[in-house]
C-alpha cells in the first residue's frame, strides 16, 4: 500500500486547507486511516482517525475545527480556524486490516499557519 498525501500549504491564522491522502496498491488492506502531525521538539501525535465504518476521533486540540472523511481510496483532513500552534508535518496513515498497525505512511505535508 502506498499513500500520497498533498494539500499542505502556508495559511494566515483563523484561515483554511483541505489535505488529502491517496491509497494505492493492495488498498484492500487498509482498515483504519488517520491523519498524524509533528511539530519541530514535539512528538507525533494523531490528529484525527476514521475507521472502515466511519467512526471518528479527533484530538482534543482540533475538535470542532478539524474534519476526516474518506471517499474509496481518498481520506481527506479540512482544517478550518486553524492557529499557529497547527504549525507542522503532516502526515496520512493507515492500518493494516490484518496487523491492526499503523503500518502504511504518506510522505509528510508542511502546515504552515502565520499569526
Known amino acids: 500500500v502506498q499513500l500520497q498525501a498533498s494539500g499542505g500549504g502556508l495559511v494566515q491564522a483563523g484561515g483554511s486547507l483541505r489535505l488529502s491522502c491517496a491509497a494505492s496498491?493492495?488498498?484492500?488492506?487498509?482498515?483504519?486511516e488517520g491523519w498524524y502531525r509533528e511539530a519541530p521538539g514535539k512528538q507525533r501525535e494523531l490528529v484525527a482517525g476514521i475507521t472502515s465504518g466511519g467512526i471518528t476521533n479527533y484530538a482534543d486540540s482540533v475538535k470542532g475545527r478539524f474534519t476526516i472523511s474518506r471517499d474509496n481510496a481518498k481520506v481527506y483532513l479540512q482544517m478550518n480556524s486553524l492557529k499557529p500552534e497547527d504549525t507542522a508535518v503532516y502526515y496520512c496513515?493507515?492500518?493494516?486490516?490484518?496487523?491492526?498497525?499503523?503500518?502504511?505512511w504518506g510522505q509528510g505535508t508542511q502546515v504552515t499557519v502565520s499569526s
Open positions: 496513515a493507515a492500518t493494516d486490516r490484518f496487523t491492526t498497525s499503523w503500518d502504511y
Open positions: 496498491g493492495s488498498v484492500f488492506r487498509v482498515n483504519n
